[in-house]
């Protein structure tokens, strides 16, 4: 029997797995928005993003719909931005 020399999380030195997830950036909200007021479907944006369809509907569902997305706003509601008034 072969002992395999790879770490386990109950070895030292093992380190835990990091999120397998990242936020969107404001450029990519306003990318998504931008695409969406333009006419593109959901599937396309998330092919022109690199993010998942699933992405791309949550962030769509979460920020308005889908013809009145403001990426704008959805940063200043999560506090990245001030509002201009």
């Given at each position: 029997?072969?002992?395999?020399s790879?770490?386990?999380?109950?070895?030292?030195g093992?380190q835990?797995a990091?999120?397998?997830?990242?936020?969107?950036?404001a450029?990519?909200?306003?990318?998504?928005?931008?695409?969406r007021?333009?006419?593109?479907?959901?599937a396309?944006i998330?092919?022109?993003?690199?993010r998942?369809d699933g992405?791309?509907?949550?962030?769509l569902?979460?920020?308005?719909?889908?013809?009145?997305?403001?990426?704008?706003a959805a940063?200043?509601?999560s506090g990245?931005e001030?509002?201009?008034?």
């Amino acid at each position: 029997m072969q002992v395999s020399s790879k770490a386990t999380d109950t070895q030292e030195g093992a380190q835990p797995a990091g999120p397998k997830y990242r936020r969107l950036s404001a450029t990519e909200r306003d990318q998504i928005a931008n695409m969406r007021a333009a006419g593109h479907t959901k599937a396309e944006i998330a092919r022109a993003t690199g993010r998942s369809d699933g992405t791309i509907t949550r962030e769509l569902r979460r920020n308005g719909s889908p013809t009145d997305v403001s990426a704008a706003a959805a940063r200043v509601v999560s506090g990245g931005e001030a509002a201009l008034v």
